[in-house]
């Protein structure tokens, strides 16, 4: 009986390294691919691709499979950066690593893979997929037995065609388990620092990496009165919920509290600051979402308690579906929900399995 053939996307780090390693050794016919998504900063001090193919094709030979390198940069401009770049222009803040997930990872990946005479796709996700045991034929995509590792989040955009060819062999794994199993074997990435932040900004200056690409449009920053505080350099590089880098530290009022991004204008190019984590402009009862994707391909039920998150590190919030229609969707919470952010998406799930969800339009 032929072996299947798994694609692994092969990053050189730890959390591919050891996927790869495990299909091996469940008797799958391995073969890595290394995936350049970015190559405007090839000589950039902040860009790690290069070193990162290095110790892909070590930990290929040390695993014992071949490896192919191939560029996705055009397509990524294409699919992912100009949305990126469009969203923060109209203030909005975009989450780049879900579409770089839906169109680059799981759609050009898969492509190449299976023209590589692959029969599965396999990723380091922390998440896990399975056939629906109520819907023979559908699949289900489910949180990490990980829970600070989950990756779901980032997936909830994947159709029932990517998921029924992908693989995700460490949803079952602790992360501390991982990095074991790669020491036992000797992998040279066994404690490499985990990549952070957007892969094509690495751990630069946000402000900095975008003013690039959109120039400054500099304006007021007021105080929820109205009572002018300070200067922006521009609404697209702040964010709902920021503190740092406002620069406006010395005109504290004298409760002290820091401030906090809580609104942009932008009609009169003005930023809404206010003082304090609790104040009541960051809190939200509930959201509207739009662009909407569900997994299964069926509509969840209104009236129904299920869980959101609006960003990736945020506890489950129990919400009901309030109103929802074929282009968008009206969560309801049960306690207010701080920094909930245009831009963002929210993903919902029943217990531990994702259903899908959509991008924030608006708080309300």
């Keep these: 009986?032929?072996?299947?053939?798994?694609?692994?996307?092969?990053?050189?780090?730890?959390?591919?390294?050891?996927?790869?390693?495990?299909?091996?050794?469940?008797?799958?016919?391995?073969?890595?691919l290394f995936m350049k998504n970015w190559e405007d900063d090839d000589n950039d001090e902040y860009c790690s691709s290069k070193q990162d193919l290095i110790d892909a094709v070590s930990i290929a030979d040390k695993i014992g499979i071949d490896i192919e390198a191939v560029n996705f940069s055009a397509e990524y401009k294409d699919r992912v950066f100009a949305n990126f770049l469009s969203e923060y222009e109209a203030g909005r803040t975009p989450n780049p690593d879900i579409l770089c997930n839906a169109e680059i990872k799981f759609r050009a990946f898969l492509d190449h893979a299976m023209s590589l005479g692959a029969d599965l796709i396999a990723t380091g996700h922390y998440a896990q997929v399975r056939e629906n045991p109520l819907k023979p034929g559908l699949f289900q995509l489910l949180k990490a037995d990980d829970g600070s590792k989950d990756q779901s989040y980032f997936l909830y955009r994947l159709n029932q065609?990517?998921?029924?060819?992908?693989?995700f062999p460490l949803g079952k794994y602790l992360k501390t388990e991982v990095r074991e199993i790669a020491r036992q074997v000797g992998l040279i990435n066994a404690d490499k620092k985990d990549s952070t932040g957007i892969c094509f900004i690495g751990e630069r200056p946000f402000q900095e990496f975008l003013q690039r690409y959109l120039p400054k449009k500099p304006g007021v920053i007021k105080n929820a009165e109205g009572k002018l505080v300070g200067h922006h350099e521009g609404l697209m590089y702040y964010t709902?919920?920021?503190?740092?880098?406002?620069?406006?530290g010395g005109s504290r009022d004298s409760n002290g509290e820091p401030w906090?991004?809580?609104?942009?204008?932008?009609?009169?190019?003005?930023?809404?600051?206010?003082?304090?984590h609790e104040h009541p402009l960051l809190l939200s009862d509930g959201l509207k979402a739009s662009q909407l994707t569900w997994i299964d391909n069926e509509e969840p039920i209104t009236n129904w308690v299920y869980a959101a998150k609006t960003r990736y590190r945020q506890p489950d919030a129990p919400c009901e579906i309030d109103a929802l229609d074929s282009t968008e969707l009206t969560v309801k919470f049960g306690q207010k929900q701080w920094g909930i952010t245009p831009g963002q998406s929210a993903v919902v799930y029943e217990s531990n399995v994702c259903l899908g969800g959509g991008i924030i339009t608006t708080a309300i």
Excluded at 161 to 167: D, E, G, P, V
Excluded at 240 to 248: A, D, E, M, V
Excluded at 269 to 275: A, C, G, K
């Design 240 to 248: 709902l919920g920021q503190r740092q880098g406002l620069k406006i």
């Design 1 to 32: 009986m032929t072996k299947k053939r798994v694609v692994v996307g092969l990053s050189g780090g730890v959390d591919s390294s050891v996927t790869a390693l495990l299909l091996k050794q469940q008797g799958y016919d391995v073969v890595g």
């Design 260 to 276: 906090f991004v809580a609104a942009k204008d932008m009609f009169k190019n003005e930023l809404i600051v206010v003082q304090g």
């Design 161 to 167: 065609a990517q998921l029924s060819k992908t693989l």
